[in-house]
């Protein structure tokens, strides 16, 4: 089982930027395709961002498309979220999410803590 622990949440202005680090221990993070997720006051957790094992494709959901970038370096077992041109909207608690092919595609076996970003307006 690997064990994921997100970092890089703070508070910033409307326009500024965060970059989230999501650091993996326990496991061989090129084994995962990797996820973020975020979930705001009162709302349903939802999808941001995917990258596959190999960083070769990546996926973001519309909202954040030109905005958010996802990489990975797998030799440092480590996947992260770069988010600029930031809006009050994306106020939420940011989660990494590591899916194991083993157990299913898309299944998202492994979650970290999460991490707080919070834009203020």
């Known amino acids: 089982q690997v064990q994921l622990v997100e970092s890089g949440g703070g508070l910033v202005q409307a326009g500024g930027s965060l970059r989230l680090s999501c650091a993996a221990s326990?496991?061989?993070?090129?084994?995962?395709?990797m996820g973020w997720f975020r979930q705001a006051p009162g709302k349903e957790r939802e999808f941001v961002a995917s990258?596959?094992?190999?960083?070769?494709?990546?996926y973001y959901r519309n909202s954040v498309k030109g905005r958010f970038t996802i990489s990975r370096d797998n030799a440092k077992n480590t996947v992260y979220l770069q988010m600029t041109i930031l809006k009050p909207e994306d106020t939420a608690v940011y989660y990494c999410?590591?899916?194991?092919?083993?157990?299913?595609?898309?299944?998202?076996?492994?979650w970290g803590q999460g991490t707080q970003v919070t834009v203020s307006s």
């Open positions: 999410a590591a899916d194991d092919p083993r157990k299913g595609f898309g299944s998202y076996d492994y």
């Open positions: 990258i596959s094992k190999s960083g070769g494709i990546t």
């Open positions: 326990g496991g061989t993070l090129s084994s995962y395709a």
